[in-house]
């Protein structure tokens, strides 16, 4: 019995906070069969195939996988190379820069095949699922259903015992959709052990599965084959019997309303379109296309992925301008300024776009207030809404949350809320489950018929295409046929509408493509699948983080002429010799010794003269308006006073409130003061009286001519090089959560060391690269030569690159979103960097918390070695020190992040 | 009208968005406390905890003497070393300043023979070998003055230097550290803020949303600097009050209210850049790296890390476009030098008139950016 199934669910119970995704579920999956999993949206069907596939780490209940425990890590990572999985959304676990052998490559490599095997299996999976042609294209430039063939190939490149695929053909045309099923019968027929696990919402699809389980709000409602399905519910397709399965409550209130016809006398056109045509660069996206759409219509756009519907969307309400022709809404040209246009469209876009961080009702009375509903209007309409769409009991959910039919509701709900003229539905029920899809059209067939609202609406659903007024197929930006659902069906062998879009769609594209090879010869060679040595899977890791960094030259450029530009600017710009300053003569005594005082400061570099000042008054009004920062007093009788040898005294006044500055200024009046003594003292030939009992000498080493530049461009790199390559790190690691591509890391053997250190090898490479190029500017541009031990330095910069990537590390295991980790890590390292150092100030005069902090920071360290190679030519046995101490900091970020990295989601 | 409600109602989404991201107000919080705290207070004074060490071949009452005018917290002890070790220990940064002071040193001075002092400065230590030469000179004529008056050698200098500092006489660090820490916070919060706002927008494709709705892209960006401005402007007043004049007691020359004013208008010119950049970056990669680009040169040539005239000419006019060196320039004025509006205003206007410019190039580029990104 035990080897009859491939899982086996016990009592499993999932939360995500207060709600119950999956409610006590128990149930048996049989080995080696194509098993689906059906139901709506949101009734944890995605939750429960992650648990399967180890993704999610389980709460409650016991998962049985390949015949041991999924809670258990040892099975899980052993059992990780039989399982495949692929998460929901186009293209959600594939790297879209990396082309589509690269991304092939990629798994190969995690999986530990050598360069044969790879070719091998790679030319193998892309002739089968006609990708060969595309090897080189960028996974995020194919089409939708090229890029859920690509995510397939990837999950197969290990030859898995157990295929878990989550709603794969969500969003996919029809051809696509075709040409997906027919490969995953091939696979089967060659690997007949395999058992497929699927979630879909699709019915039809449902049908070629040999096992079924029906599920509804966390439960699992039966399990059967199609057919007996449908026996036993006494009904003919499976979606009805699915739908005599749920409760009474969530059945289908009313039977589909019907689409009266149009009404014929309304002539006047709501939309026209006239040869729009849209390039971008050498791509076209849509070509010279051309429609009219009258007052009420229900207008279809059918079309596969990537044919340019969102495209010529886009242009109609002005979000993209055309590159060629015009189009009319109400008579008026598409003005993207004309904010009265825009209050009669409404326009729900693909992607969902409300705020997930608001509640339902909050976004629904957001879109209120903007489409300026008067006060009163706004609570009533906001509750038939609610009534209407069925969102009644969520109003208080944050809509990120709200499973994908839900979401789509809420932005019909938003785009409907002010009553437009026009609606414009960019695909609004991809990957909604059928009951909705059909009470969603209900919805617009009561706006176009009941409002009289004119309704563009693009789909991938046939039976939605039968329900509109008239359609369009376009294919590869152009439209290729516009007639009404009717006609258009008749015209193929079958009479049905999905036929003649294949038709449509194969004459289009020509030749059709050359017949894919039969998938043979997988699972062949089972002697391979032993777990890869660690190394290998890191450098799979790294190899593929630097093709990403390579793919993306913008941040590349960003990250090196950024900081050659600051170093430009610092090490000229950092500066302590004050020169240009503002003084002015406060002169009470006016004889030639008083001048003669004052033309020291007069003829310095340091100073500029601004008016004198004549009263105290003014002096203190003239300073606190910052017109001057030093002002010189003498007092009167100060002529005679020098003559006589009697005691007199000068006063400098001094802006202290920039307490940097008014040190130096000091220094400067101080030496003025000096130079005036002894000139003035051998000019009398009184040496002995005037001239200073001592030369004070100084002498500035290792920097003679005292300039600040020769130590900036030594400092400067080491502020740079703790900024850049955190954020690289940090920002690498959060994206990754973000856009989801982290599940392949959960899913394979990588462990956290081997994902983090990949991940990490670019980045210290690209820092030494950075490193090499302000080392080489410092040298060349700036002549300040590199007396000391080069290889010294270039090991303390190895170690510093690799604790300033550590850092961003460790702060992006913490933070759940990019922006997060972007935040934290340059406010927690800027402070310490730039001001506790030693790039002003040496670490060792600061005081109290700023002190530990600067010694506990990996800059100080670097800065000092680096100014030590650069001004004092210190060598390897003067900087080992240093050395020592800078390497500890990476091991402690990256064990750190590796103790807090989960290998699992909650 | 129909403006300025879209706005306000656009604020209040704003508020909602940043009140679910709590590690961004913890973030805000922690900058405005602790991190402020630390970064103010723990400059010390130019010239502080200074290693010097004496080569003294005299070991005579005067040299003993120059050693002991050294005091804390300026200098360290000093130290002492044989002549044939100062030059490992300057190449190991062991010390900052070394003082030889030759045999026969004392002699010398009562013979009026004019001795030779040398005073040897680790020049890579910029900052503290500028100030402390001037000081160290400075004691060191005092102190032998001081000598020469007891021993009735000679008379002293009839002619006195009086230093007088106005606004900050002690000179006490902290209190223009505590400004420039101000600022840094300011303009990092508000920039990241801001921008962040505006990339998370457009990653999720709400922005188009807001494209196709009646409101124009400068109500979108008036929202977002108004909303997120407001936050850093609390978090700003707080700092203001509780933490430098309170903790820090921070003595304040002008208004509080003309600072919180000129405040305001800096957030404004600070929100903006932020926004330029949420629009010029295509993803968050390129926002932390431009984010890094701009900060830092906001944060180390605004006047508050080294003097504005220690800038060289070709820089100055540069630096000029950054917002920061305004609110550096009126912020000190206000608030040690106590100057009041007829004062500043000029600073607030060009400050106002950046923050403007670089707004109206961010409008300019916006609608493009959404449409094309």
Partial sequence: MQTSCVARVQALSHRYGKNLAIDDVTLDLPTGKMLGLIGPDGVGKSTLLSLLAGVRKIQTG??????GDMADRNHREAVFINIAYMPQG????????????????????????DAAERRQRIDRLTKATGLDPFLDRPAGKLSGGMKQKLGLCCALIHDPDFLILDEPTTGVDP??????WNLIDDIRADRPGMSVLVATA??????????LAAMDDGKILATASPDEMRRQAGVDTLEEAFVSLLPEAKQRKSAPVEMTPLDQAETGHAIVAKGLTKRFGDFTAASDVSFEIRHGEIFGFLGSNGSGKTTVMKMLTGLLPASEGEAWLFGEKVDASNAETRMRVGYMSQLFSLYGELTVRQNLKLHARLFDLPNDEIEPRIEELLTDLGLGRYEDSFAGELPLGLKQRLSLGCAVIHKPDILILDEPTSGVDPVARDEFFDLLADLSRGDGVTIFISTHFMNEGMRCDRISLMHAGQVLVYDTPQNLAAESASGTLNETFIDYITDAMGAPETAPEKLTGLGSDQASRNHSPRLVRLFAVSRRETLEVIRDPIRLAFGLLGSMLLMLLFAYGISTDVTGLTFAAYDQDRT???RAYLANFQGSQYFNEAPAVTSDEELRRRMVAGEITL??????????????????????????ANTIRASTIEGYVQGAHATFLSTRATAAGMSGMLQPKVNIEPRYRYNPSFESLPSMAASVPAILLMLFPAILMAVSISREREIGTITNFYVTPTSKLEYLLGKQLPYIGLGLINWMILTAMAVFMFDVPLKGSAPALALGAVAYVAASTGLGMMVAVFMRTQVAAVFTTVVVAMMPTVQFSGLIQPVSTLEGAGRILGQLWPTNYFMQMSVGVFNKALGFDQLGPNILLLLPFAPVFVAVAVLFMRKQEA | MRRIKNV???????????????ILLLLVIYSFGPSMYVESSGAGGPLNNAVVTFVDEDRSTLSRALQNALLPPRYLPPKEAGADQIDRMMDWGETTFVVVIPAGFEADVRAGRTPSLQLNIDATKTMAAAVGTGYLTATFNEEINRFATGEDLAPVSPLDLVLRRSFNPAGETAWLRSVSSLLNQLSILTIVLTGAALIREREHGTIEHLMVMPLSAIEIAMAKIIANGLVIFVAFTFALFVMVEGFMDVPFAGSEGLLLLGTAVYLFAAASIGVLLGIVARSMAQFALLLILTITPIMILSGGMTPIESQPAWLQPITWLLPSR?????????AFRGADFSIVWLEFLWTFLLGAAFLFVSLILFRRSVSGG
């Fill in chain 1, 631 to 656: 002002a010189i007093e003498i007092p009167s009788g100060f002529g005679r006073s020098v003559a006589t040898l009697q005691p007199t005294s000068v006063a400098a006044w001094i802006d202290g």
């Fill in chain 1, 175 to 180: 051809v696509a959709r075709d040409q997906f």
């Fill in chain 1, 62 to 67: 016991e998962v049985m996988v390949l015949d």
């Fill in chain 1, 592 to 594: 030639p010794e008083s």
């Fill in chain 2, 8 to 22: 306000f109602w656009l604020i209040g989404k704003e508020f909602r968005t940043l009140w679910r991201e709590a």
């Fill in chain 1, 202 to 211: 699709y019915m039809e699809e449902a049908e070629r599965f040999d096992w």
């Fill in chain 2, 326 to 334: 305004h609110f550096m320039e009126f912020a000190v004025a206000i």
């Fill in chain 1, 90 to 113: 186009l293209g959600k676990n594939l790297y879209q820069e990396l082309s589509v052998q690269e991304n092939l490559q990629f798994f190969g490599r995690l999986f530990g095949h």
